[in-house]
């Protein structure tokens, strides 16, 4: 191997080590999302909330994955001004722009990943139930740690695993979640309970 192909490698190095950057940094981006989704498929809620600390950096972390990829493809796609490189003609696939290309759709997935992370939950089946009108009670908390849409339905299916929840309804844009409940059947602090066993907390009561 020349010297001319050895100095081509720290180049190949530090291109890795940017795409492995940026991927990371899109990762961490999502894991305010991404946790309440594997916490749900591994069977443990009650830590869904660990990560929900990462959403007020999830803009800044958007912003270094896309700094970080457009310098990789940067140092892809710029012209090679020494015509007496002895570059290896054909480079490993990890320093490829093919490689570079599926760093950056993975990186995207995973900051895409809220508005698509309610699709791992279970459909609720709307089943009908009649109940006397006056059993039926409405109530509203603010939840902490929703982030997404993901946290959304942690928090709804947790609600509506309880015997006696009509309705579950949870929303991260307002941290609050409405319940009606048949008061034969349960009450505010079995729900309650069912909520917070997800990571997620019930701040208190809003409305009844």
Do not use: H
């Amino acid at each position: 191997m020349n010297e001319q192909t050895k100095s081509n490698q720290p180049k190949d190095s530090t291109d890795t080590k940017w795409m492995g950057a940026g991927l990371m940094a899109a990762f961490v981006a999502s894991l305010c999302c991404v946790t309440p989704v594997f916490a749900f498929l591994a069977g443990i809620g009650g830590v869904a909330s660990t990560f929900s600390w990462v959403e007020p950096f999830r803009p800044y972390l958007i912003g270094l994955t896309a700094l970080l990829l457009g310098f990789a493809w940067y140092q892809k796609l710029r012209p090679q001004w020494d015509p007496d490189c002895a570059c290896e003609e054909n480079p490993s696939f990890w320093q490829t722009k093919g490689f570079l290309g599926v760093v950056t759709f993975l990186a995207a997935l995973l900051l895409a990943f809220p508005y698509y992370s309610d699709a791992f939950f279970p459909k609720q089946d709307k089943q009908v139930v009649y109940v006397q009108e006056s059993q039926v009670q409405t109530i509203t908390w603010d939840i902490k740690g929703m982030t997404c849409t993901g946290c959304e339905a942690t928090v709804e299916n947790a609600a509506s695993g309880v015997d006696g929840v009509l309705e579950a309804d949870a929303s991260y844009d307002t941290g609050k979640a409405t319940i009606r409940y048949d008061q034969s059947k349960t009450n505010q602090e079995t729900i309650k309970a069912a909520i917070n066993k997800t990571g997620f907390t019930v701040a208190e009561k809003q409305s009844n």
